[in-house]
């Protein structure tokens, strides 16, 4: 007897194969493209657009009027803070009045404002010991330094696609650095190499620890509370050091009414990242914001091609796509947050999971066929 030759599909399976894919395309476009993640990715890069604009107009600062005093940048931004938020804390009656808060945690709030000031500062500062392409690689350190405090501090839970997504995110800043070697934009080789990515790290564990206590505070607490002591903190300790380290260079500044609007630029988008950032983190999470945010520097890259004459490479908008497919991976499926039975300190109920709206749909589609 011959072997059966095996068959091909039938005219009336082609159909039914076609179907099945259509519909699996179907439910990979509901789970990834809903209103909530086109939110978030939303809110997202708006903060690195803000980001972007604090990058371009510090580097004009530099290169066009040889300005270059981060501090002082900084110490705007946090009177701005100081004025607003910390004025709306002293008016605020009860337990969530200036003086009762500065009465039970002023210590914690000084451990915060020094970790923020600082991380602004060593980072800035890196770029003077070490290369472009140093800097952009450490500073991803932070993100798994977030998710490790995340996970003591905040006791949240990631599953494997969030490991994933994180891994797709660090793919495209790896693809952006070789776009920028490519490009030439990484042609220094720094005064300290080893010193620059000390700092980096330093700066981004620092900014991980800023990030894990600002969403503990917004999800518990208020924002205005967070913004309140850090432009309170933040003010003196960004103050006292720019006068220790700045001083000379503020002096020699030739101030003209180019240079102001620069800095009233940088102080109004650091003013606005501050201001919206807690927003974003209370109804997603620090981890999903830092990935969010991954795209700045390529903001920062496209404004540079017109204002900075830096050279354009398809490897940019490569991993453009790469950074937001891990975004949107991310935040495509919902962490938990385990509170310890014995604590004491409030449970997270609305705002416990990263992408809250995610966890609503989940727990509909699970009650539904329940009901049925």
């Not at 580097?59 to 004025?87: E, R």
């Not at 000084?110 to 392409?133: H, M």
């Not at 006068?243 to 988008?269: G, M, P, R, S, T």
């Not at 975004?327 to 449970?347: A, D, G, H, K």
Request: charged share 10%; aromatic share 14%; proline share 3%.
């Amino acid at each position: 007897m011959e072997a059966a030759s095996p068959q091909a599909p039938s005219s009336s399976e082609a159909p039914g194969l076609l179907s099945n894919f259509m519909n699996l395309l179907l439910r990979i476009k509901e789970k990834l493209f809903t209103w909530n993640i086109l939110k978030t990715i939303a809110l997202g890069q708006m903060l690195s657009l803000c980001i972007c604009g604090t990058a371009v107009t510090s580097q004009y600062l530099a290169d066009k009027y040889k300005v270059n005093t981060p501090m002082l940048q900084s110490f705007i931004n946090y009177c701005l803070l100081f004025f607003i938020y910390t004025t709306m804390l002293a008016f605020r009656p009860g337990t969530e009045n200036l003086l009762h808060i500065l009465k039970g945690k002023w210590w914690k709030y000084i451990f915060l404002g020094l970790a923020d000031v600082e991380a602004n500062y060593l980072i800035v500062r890196a770029y003077q010991y070490t290369t472009l392409t140093s800097v952009q690689l450490l500073d991803c350190f932070g993100i798994p330094v977030l998710m490790a405090l995340s996970w003591f501090v905040l006791h949240a839970r990631y599953r494997v696609i969030h490991y994933i997504a994180v891994a797709v995110c660090l793919l495209g800043v790896g693809t952006m650095v070789g776009a920028d070697i490519s490009a030439g934009r990484d042609n220094s080789s720094g005064s300290n190499v080893l010193i620059g990515d000390i700092l980096v790290l330093l700066g981004a564990s620092l900014y991980a620890v800023s990030n894990v206590c600002e969403e503990y505070i917004v999800k518990k607490l208020s924002r205005v509370e967070f913004l309140g002591m850090v432009g309170l903190f933040g003010t003196f300790i960004s103050g006292l050091q720019l006068v220790l380290i700045e001083y000379q260079d503020i002096v020699d500044i030739h101030w003209n009414w180019k240079i102001a609007l620069l800095f009233v630029a940088f102080a109004l988008c650091m003013f606005c990242l501050y201001s919206f950032m807690p927003m974003v983190i209370k109804a997603t999470s620090a981890t999903s914001v830092n990935l969010g945010i991954l795209t700045a520097d390529l903001y920062s890259l496209f404004f540079g091609l017109f204002l900075f004459g830096y050279k354009f490479s398809g490897l940019y908008i490569l991993s453009f796509g790469v950074i937001m497919l891990g975004f949107i991976l991310y935040c495509s499926v919902p962490t938990r947050n385990v509170e310890p039975p014995e604590s004491s300190v409030p449970q997270l109920t609305s705002f416990g999971f990263d992408n809250l709206g995610l966890k609503i749909e989940e727990n509909s589609q699970e009650v539904s066929p329940a009901a049925m």
